[in-house]
């Protein structure tokens, strides 16, 4: 993993490699190696193997810790999530955050991990332009053109954070099947690396399927699948169902305020209530582009499951997936929460 410098790429000398890409110089991609017998720089073929993406049932998957996370990156994918990024400020009432953050003494340093295509940072660099935003993922596939004051990193979060600063916000989003322990790998970490007075918080959708008027038949293809899911996702060490605990998990790391809202996320257009209806429609519509991608990955690599099964199993998926009698919904979490400040009785 890769220190943050203030400007100096020489910080990032003491790291296996590093990424960035910067509005002032487009197109560059800065890939720094120690790691060669030599001692030489070899920037060259590092920038061209984090960018070499691993093929796999004709989806690509990252190249950097390849094997790790087992959703593709692709741009099928890539426009999978900037749909779902519009989709939850949606949900969210329009705002790409509920910790109360403020304008007037606006966050110095805001830190995304696991940012994916980047539109969430891209767009609290356009709302915050005095702060300095990072984002960090495994996968390269931010836009080059972005605001002066966001920047991108490779890195792997699950590591040792090592940053050359503390931030005043921090963010993951969407981030279930990233982590083998949530606990530890970012709550503790983003704790230490928070300024007193500084803000976490968290926005994870929990994997299971609910209904409150019982719709839900108790073997239909989308349950089978949902299980089927849950239990690769845990045989991955990659748990999908942890955004419930987060609160409590969050009062546990040492933050205090901590504030929970739970959104509903209906599968499809069920819901009479119009705002709940656009959303379900919003949601089925990436369900299904989606379905192959939260499929294959963890189905072939932990079910012994062939790309064909997986498909013919999705078709009967798909077809719950329009079922306006089955009043399926998902809880979308929110939790955040502040690091006290020194000497702050909690
Ligand atoms: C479902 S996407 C969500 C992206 C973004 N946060 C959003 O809400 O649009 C999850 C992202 O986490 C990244 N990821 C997975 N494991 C990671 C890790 N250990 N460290 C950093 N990024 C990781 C993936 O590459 C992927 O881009």
Excluded at 41 to 52: F, K, N, P, T, W
Excluded at 134 to 163: C, H, K, M
Excluded at 287 to 310: D, V, Y
Aim: glycine share 8%; charged share 25%.
């Amino acid at each position: 993993m890769m220190g943050l410098g203030e400007g100096s790429s020489s910080s990032f000398r003491d790291y296996e490699f590093t990424f960035e890409s910067y509005l002032q110089d487009p197109g560059q991609t800065e890939v720094v190696s120690h790691s060669e017998s030599n001692g030489e720089l070899d920037s060259q073929s590092l920038s061209e193997s984090i960018a070499v993406f691993q093929k796999e049932n004709g989806r690509t998957y990252h190249a950097y810790r390849a094997g790790s996370y087992h959703f593709p990156n692709d741009p099928t994918e890539a426009e999978r999530l900037d749909e779902q990024h519009a989709m939850l400020q949606f949900v969210m009432g329009g705002r790409n955050y509920l910790a109360p953050l403020s304008h007037v003494k606006p966050p110095q340093r805001i830190l995304d991990i696991a940012t994916g295509t980047g539109a969430w940072a891209i767009e609290m660099g356009d709302e915050f332009p005095e702060s300095e935003i990072t984002g960090t993922d495994l996968s390269p596939i931010q836009p080059e053109y972005v605001p002066p004051n966001v920047r991108f990193f490779v890195e792997d979060s699950a590591d040792e954070w090592d940053y050359c600063h503390n931030f005043d916000y921090i963010h993951a989003r969407m981030t279930v099947g990233c982590w083998s322990d949530y606990r530890s790998q970012v709550l503790a970490q983003a704790f230490a690396h928070l300024n007193p007075g500084g803000y976490f918080e968290a926005q994870e959708i929990n994997g299971i399927l609910l209904s409150d008027d019982h719709t839900i038949p108790p073997y239909c293809p989308i349950v089978q699948w949902t299980d089927e899911i849950n239990a690769a996702s845990k045989q991955a060490h990659r748990d999908v169902t942890f955004a419930p605990l987060l609160k409590g998990w969050m009062e546990k790391a040492g933050f205090v305020d901590v504030h929970e809202h739970v959104f509903k996320i209906p599968l499809n257009g069920w819901p009479i209530d119009s705002r709940l209806k656009h959303i379900g429609m919003l949601w089925q519509r990436n369900m299904l582009n989606g379905l192959s991608a939260f499929s294959l990955g963890l189905l072939s690599r932990f079910r012994g499951r062939t790309k064909e099964e997986i498909e013919l199993e999705l078709v009967g998926v798909r077809r719950d997936l329009f079922d306006p009698r089955m009043h399926a919904y998902q809880r979308f979490y929110v939790v955040w929460g502040r690091k006290p400040m020194e000497g702050e009785c909690t």
